[in-house]
């Protein structure tokens, strides 16, 4: 599903490479943690994966496309096959719930119809039925985010990306948050998260790869936060 | 469903920030007006080339002691010039006449000028008027001839103001258009930097980039347009009332300016303002919504 071949991104004006000659195979279906201090490179592969960034050298395929030789018209379609989620939800603040879930329908160029089925269906996954019509300032970050991940899963993503997902939020919500990214891997999605919470990383006993300095220190299968 | 999204947000984007728009309406109105003066000017102009040079002549005025012998000279010449195509005689008397005719409304004028002050002339129409210089030159250094004239210098004098007239409306309105296009660009980066959290979540969930841009250009292409319908107002009450009215008398030498001639400055402004306000949106977005 997600295979990283020798790649090496170096920033401008970066003294040394954010990753290393770093390769790793992710195979459909796995729940796969980043792990490192900050500034070891790992946010810079959830930016490869999305395009965001281009690598300096070396191959990224993603759902069987060279993401490095991607043409830039063909990034938007590229990115419906990838849910994403950030530490600081990015949701709309003056959108509802539902809205803001709806929009990242709309801007696809799918019906108003199509919004009503399934974002009442997403948002009752995520544990949010009967909250639809609350704002962003109305709900805890916990929920906020759960809007997040309904708006990353609705359109049934291959891929689900996660930067820090429970960077913002206590450990008891973290571990909701956690339990539900569980259920939609469970659905066959992918899901690759970015973290450093020690705590969720060996509760999960999932894979872990751990990153340091650009290079892969660790890849374990099962893995704890080390 | 995308379309009435698309026309919500460009109406939302525009009154969010109406000052600014206003600001961008009349620039963008005040340059194309000059722009379509301009081109007016230059169609005008353009008509009254035809229209007088098909009626130039050439004067050949004879001296008041030519022979007879030099007359028939003269006009055995001019009938075997290759370049003439008609050529007219009109003595002294003829002139005379003419220019009774001509100023009869100045009767103190006409009896100081009697009879013999006018002189004779050979009237000519070339073939091609823009052969004056060669004709002139054959012409002129034969024994009995005063003066060549032709009308076409005169009538060059006038079109060179014309043409300055034409040229100076065209430079105020590309210097109005650097204005404009300023407006529009920054316009569209408050726009872009107001709604840059939906512009982020967009890009996150893989929007097309015409969706993304879309709202922004049509905003600039609106302003243009309507820029350009405000500007053609102005066009065409100023024609009505100047020309039509107030200045009148100008037209009768000017030769008509044909309402169907301002009525095409409609489309043309409405283009330009259009085109000209969506490739700057679209050149300002590209530095502005990278991705």
Known sequence: ?226 | MRLKYVLNEVLVGLWRNVTMTIAMIITMSVSLFMLGASVLLYMQVDQMKNYYYGEIEVSIFLRSDVTDAQRAAIDSTISGNPLVSKKTYETRQEAFTRFQQLWADSPDFVKSVGPDSLPESFRVKLKDPEKYKSFADQISGMEGIQDVIDQRTLLDKVFNIFNGFQVGSLGVAAFMAVAALLLVGNTIQVAAYSKRREVAVMKLVGASNWFIQAPFVLEAVVAGVIGAVIGFAVLFVGKVVLLDHKLQALTSILTPVHNGNVWLMLPLLMGVGAVVSAVTAWITLRFYLKV
């Open chain 1, 1 to 226: 599903m997600i295979q990283l071949e020798n790649v090496t991104k170096t920033y401008p004006k970066a003294s040394r490479p954010s990753l290393d000659d770093v390769s790793v195979g992710i195979e459909k279906g796995e729940f796969v943690f980043f792990i490192g201090p900050s500034g070891s490179g790992k946010s810079t592969i959830i930016k490869l994966l999305l395009h965001e960034v281009a690598p300096t050298r070396g191959k990224v395929v993603v759902n069987t496309k060279d993401v490095t030789t991607l043409r830039s018209w063909k990034v938007p379609h590229f990115r419906r096959s990838i849910g994403c989620v950030f530490q600081d939800f990015r949701l709309l603040p003056n959108r509802t719930a539902y809205e803001n879930v709806a929009f990242a329908l709309e801007v696809i160029g799918k019906t108003k119809a199509v919004a009503r089925r399934v974002v009442p269906e997403v948002l009752e996954l995520v544990g949010l039925g009967g909250k639809e019509h609350r704002y962003p300032h109305e709900l805890s970050g916990g929920e906020q985010q759960r809007v997040a991940v309904a708006r990353a899963f609705v359109n049934r993503p291959l891929i689900l990306l996660a930067d820090e997902p429970t960077g913002n939020l206590d450990p008891d919500t973290s571990i909701e948050i956690m339990r539900l990214l569980d259920r939609i891997n469970r659905t066959g999605t992918t899901v690759v998260m970015v973290t450093h919470d020690s705590n969720i990383v060996n509760q999960m006993r999932r894979r872990v790869i751990e990153i340091e300095s650009g290079r892969i220190v660790r890849d374990q299968a099962r893995g704890v936060y080390g």
